[in-house]
């Protein structure tokens, strides 16, 4: 059974930063690419930022040049980098496992859906304050 546990949300004031953690166990963790997703209240998940089983990474335009997603095979773990927090990135953030393995190295676009997705941790709380 897949499970993946994220943690190193919290609260933060405008422009500091956090780092995310999704420990992976119960897969071949250097198969399969991951993703970063966030959600709030009353709105519809959103993707923020993904990587390859191989590396590539792909960030959303509301993010990039602010979070950085990356991943140490060897320890079977995805971070999220987030820097220069504004409040509009409060949310709950979830970590996900591509449902199949050894997709999006090449065309990472898909690693943005969430329907690609097919196992997802409890989600960590991320508040940031003006």
């Known amino acids: 059974q897949v499970q993946l546990i994220e943690s190193g949300g919290g609260l933060v004031q405008a422009w500091g930063s956090l780092r995310l953690s999704c420990a992976a166990s119960?897969?071949?963790?250097?198969?399969?690419?991951m993703g970063w997703f966030r959600q709030t209240p009353g709105k519809e998940r959103e993707f923020v930022a993904g990587?390859?089983?191989?590396?590539?990474?792909l960030h959303a335009d509301s993010v990039r040049g602010r979070f950085t997603v990356s991943r140490d095979n060897a320890k079977n773990t995805v971070w999220l980098q987030m820097d220069s927090l504004q409040p509009e990135d409060t949310a709950v953030y979830y970590c996900?496992?591509?449902?199949?393995?050894?997709?999006?190295?090449?065309?990472?676009?898909?690693?943005?859906?969430?329907?690609?997705?097919?196992?997802w941790g409890q989600g960590t709380q991320v508040t940031v304050s003006s």
């Open positions: 990587i390859s089983w191989g590396g590539t990474t």
């Open positions: 119960g897969i071949t963790f250097s198969r399969y690419s």
């Open positions: 996900a496992a591509d449902k199949v393995q050894y997709r999006f190295q090449l065309n990472p676009a898909g690693i943005g859906a969430d329907r690609n997705f097919g196992s």
